[in-house]
């Protein structure tokens, strides 16, 4: 939820000082902004109204904007401080497209993991097991380590706790409102009401945390700062001089403030819209070069996963003593170290094959009629981007086969003459594959 809510002015040292609050909401594992998500619209139009009313305003100067960002409790302990670095960086640049304000009147400090926003807002529920809840939250470290391994966590409890049905109700309704930055501006001087009223004439400073539809409502509560009040001493430490009068800045009319829409596509982690691949058209050269035809289609799941499709088709006899036909499946689920089709994978592959081969003058080999080839097995490759629509693919796999076969005398319309069983294990995948990948334009993650 994103709102906004502006104090009254106070006294300090006969410097007029008022605390202004704004909340920007992010999507799961998102760090960009969405204006669709919550009230991120509103506040943005909030925040690009009072920095007008500050343009317009000669006497009154921001002092300092200091962000707070949070995320939510899915995560482990190195994403959650990445979502909350990157999103400190998100608001940091949407404040300083819509301000111009200088890097040094921008603190940034996070928030960590929002269990004290979670707290509040279970207590002031009324749902299931909220009792229960409060006291694991209470009473469990957020995390346990023994000799260097992770034995328990709050996170854990609350997913083991009555077979997980209070946490994902947690999970769909109260985690999406704590991944938020929080922004506070501080600044000196007089601005009209309507300028503090921002946009919407009559509005009510007090907002919905969610609809829950168990009566939970978080109101929003005017926040009154004093200059020499900030309790951080590192912020204070470092924002000294900009806390000085001689340092304030005030927005003068000759600064060109970005409209709000373009704002928003820059607002995000200095990272501009980019190519999402999220498919893969593919041939083996390799299998073209011994004259077999073959495609392949490769699927995104997943940032870190894929599923690969690859179809073998040989419909060829040359003579009698040379035929290779052919048609087989092998699909592979990928892991990917980095992301989908960046470097390095694993697979774990499935063989499907029916077969007539031929290489002498003795033999034809046929798959059974009761079932073709099939095995299982593991692969290893790594993806060269070439272009951003084109890569070369590498790829090795070993694993294992089970062939059912008949033998036939290799003459026009030899009889059968044996059938057999083999077992094979050994290579089962070799490829150099030319990727074409289709992209969609994504916002920078």
Not at 23 to 30: K, V
Not at 116 to 133: G, H, K, W
Not at 368 to 391: E, F, H, N, T, V
Not at 413 to 429: A, D, E, P, R
Request: charged share 25%; with cysteine.
């Amino acid at each position: 939820m994103a709102l906004l809510a502006f104090a009254k002015p106070v006294q300090a040292q006969d410097v007029h000082e008022r605390s202004d609050r704004t909340r920007l909401s992010y999507g799961f594992r998102e760090t960009g902004l969405d204006t669709a998500i919550m009230r991120n619209s509103y506040s943005i139009r909030k925040l690009q109204s009072f920095f007008d009313g500050v343009r317009q305003t000669p006497d009154v100067s921001v002092k300092k904007v200091v962000i707070t960002s949070f995320a939510s409790m899915e995560g482990d302990v190195i994403s959650n401080k990445r979502f909350v670095s990157e999103r400190n960086t998100t608001a940091r640049n949407l404040v300083k497209n819509l301000s111009g304000l200088p890097d040094s009147l921008i603190i940034c400090t996070e928030g960590g993991v929002a269990w004290e926003q979670l707290r509040d807002s279970v207590d002031r529920s009324d749902m299931q097991y909220r009792e229960e809840i409060l006291y694991i939250i209470d009473n469990y470290p957020e995390e346990t380590w023994q000799d260097g391994t992770l034995v328990d966590s709050r996170r854990k409890r609350l997913m083991d706790f009555q077979g997980g049905d209070p946490y994902r109700y947690l999970r769909a309704r109260f985690f999406p409102h704590f991944r938020y930055s929080r922004i506070r501006i501080i600044y000196t001087g007089n601005l009209d009401e309507k300028t503090l009223s921002g946009i919407e004439e009559n509005t009510v400073m007090t907002d919905r945390a969610g609809d829950y539809g168990d009566g939970l409502y978080v109101e929003i509560e005017q926040d009154t700062v004093s200059v020499q009040e900030p309790q951080d001493s590192t912020i204070k430490k470092d924002t000294a001089a900009a806390l000085q009068p001689a340092d304030t800045i005030a927005l003068q009319d000759t600064i060109a403030l970005p409209d709000t829409a373009k704002a928003v596509k820059t607002a995000g982690t200095d990272r501009p819209m980019e190519k999402l691949p999220i498919l893969g058209v593919k041939t083996n050269a390799i299998f073209l070069f011994a004259g077999v035809a073959n495609a392949g289609v490769e699927a995104r799941i997943g940032k870190h996963f894929s599923i690969d499709f690859p179809v073998v088709y040989s419909p060829y006899t040359i003579k009698n003593n040379y035929r290779l036909r052919a048609l087989a499946f092998q699909p592979e689920f990928r892991f990917w170290f980095k992301g989908y089709t960046e470097g390095h994978f694993l697979g774990l592959t499935g063989n499907f094959a029916w077969f007539n081969i031929a290489l002498s003058n003795n033999n034809r080999y046929q798959d059974s009629a009761d079932r073709p080839l099939m095995g299982a097995g593991i692969s290893y490759g790594y993806s060269w981007k070439i272009l951003p629509s084109l890569s070369l693919e590498f790829t090795i796999g070993a694993g294992y086969a089970n062939i059912h076969y008949d033998v036939f005398y290799n003459v026009e319309n030899g009889i059968q003459y044996n059938s057999g069983v083999k077992n094979y294990w050994g290579l089962t995948k070799a490829g150099i594959s030319v990727v074409y990948i289709i992209n969609i334009n994504k916002q920078g993650r």
